[in-house]
């Protein structure tokens, strides 16, 4: 059984930076696509980017894209998202999420989840 533990959610202002941590036990997190998805209230639950198994390809929503980074560290079975320029529009709980198989976008591809941790932006 693979757990998955996000940190670093928060309160930050418009433009700022927030970095969230995903903690991997159970298994190598090397093992896993990683994906970060988020989910603002009575909105559906959205895919924000994701990174193959060894670091090598990173994917975004065009959302985010050239704002957001995501990295990984398997040595240390941690996936980090780190979030620039922030935007209101942004304010979620965000999730990470490990998949077996190939890489996905869509949330029902993906195997196991954390527990979600909020991050919120003021304008």
């Known amino acids: 059984q693979v757990q998955l533990v996000e940190s670093g959610g928060g309160s930050v202002q418009a433009g700022g930076s927030l970095r969230l941590s995903c903690a991997v036990s159970g298994r190598t997190a090397s093992s896993y696509v990683m994906g970060w998805f988020r989910q603002a209230p009575g909105m559906e639950r959205e895919f924000v980017g994701g990174?193959?198994?060894?670091?090598?390809?990173?994917y975004y929503a065009d959302s985010v894209k050239g704002r957001f980074t995501v990295s990984r560290d398997n040595a240390k079975n941690t996936v980090d998202l780190q979030m620039n320029s922030r935007k209101p529009e942004d304010t979620a709980v965000y999730y990470c999420?490990?998949?077996?198989?190939?890489?996905?976008?869509?949330?029902?591809?993906?195997?196991?989840w954390g527990q979600g941790t909020q991050v919120t932006v003021s304008s």
């Open positions: 990174i193959s198994r060894r670091g090598s390809f990173t």
């Open positions: 999420a490990a998949r077996s198989g190939a890489y996905d976008q869509r949330s029902y591809e993906y195997d196991y």
